[in-house]
């Protein structure tokens, strides 16, 4: 049997009057009742901004109050999958923890904005959430060749510049 929101309240209401004359058990089933009506989902740490080098583990954190729908999560508005020793889940979803595990980072498959979502509870209460996008920034590694060339290439321009500048001044 299934209740919706007011019904609840209103059997709650009734269960409060009869426990105070039938004991503590009705009680019990009052407080249950009024911590399922109370309770909505609602996120408790949502995911931040991380940067990782490519190769790299990093877990993306996301944990749910009273999480009673199913967990998933978005990177650049497109739904990502779980796949072992690629994208996992970090902690047990039973006690809110939609934490993911992003393995062996990679610019090519793991830089962009990535949501935390959790479906609705129920049809009836439609709490279900979303974290605000948050950005994961594989870093790119410089080679050190290609910075000795662009370290050369500077002075070479500056040189040029400084010659460039001697030649302008007017001869006296």
């Given at each position: ?14 269960l409060?009057?009869?426990s105070?004359?039938e ?35 990093k877990?993306?954190d996301?944990i749910?109050?009273n999480?009673?729908g ?25 006690d ?14 793991d ?6 979502q959790?479906?609705?509870?129920d ?12 950005r ?17 290439l ?8 400084h010659?460039?500048?001697l ?6």
């Amino acid at each position: 049997m299934t209740f919706d929101r007011d019904e609840k309240k209103s059997l709650s209401a009734s269960l409060l009057l009869a426990s105070k004359s039938e004991g503590n058990v009705l009680g019990v089933i009052r407080k249950e009742m009024e911590e399922d009506v109370m309770a909505l989902q609602q996120f408790d740490r949502q995911p931040i901004y991380t940067e990782v080098n490519p190769g790299e583990d990093k877990k993306l954190d996301c944990i749910v109050l009273n999480k009673r729908g199913s967990c998933s999560w978005q990177k650049d508005n497109k739904p990502v999958g779980i796949y072992a020793k690629k994208y996992e889940w970090a902690g047990r979803q039973e006690d809110g923890d939609c934490s993911l595990w992003i393995r062996q980072a990679s610019l090519d498959f793991d830089d962009g904005a990535w949501e935390c979502q959790v479906t609705a509870s129920d049809f009836i209460t439609q709490d279900a959430l979303t974290s605000n996008p948050v950005r994961l920034v594989v870093r790119v590694r410089i080679h050190a060749r290609a910075q000795l060339k662009v370290t050369a290439l500077c002075v070479f321009l500056s040189t040029i510049g400084h010659f460039l500048a001697l030649k302008r001044r007017p001869q006296r």
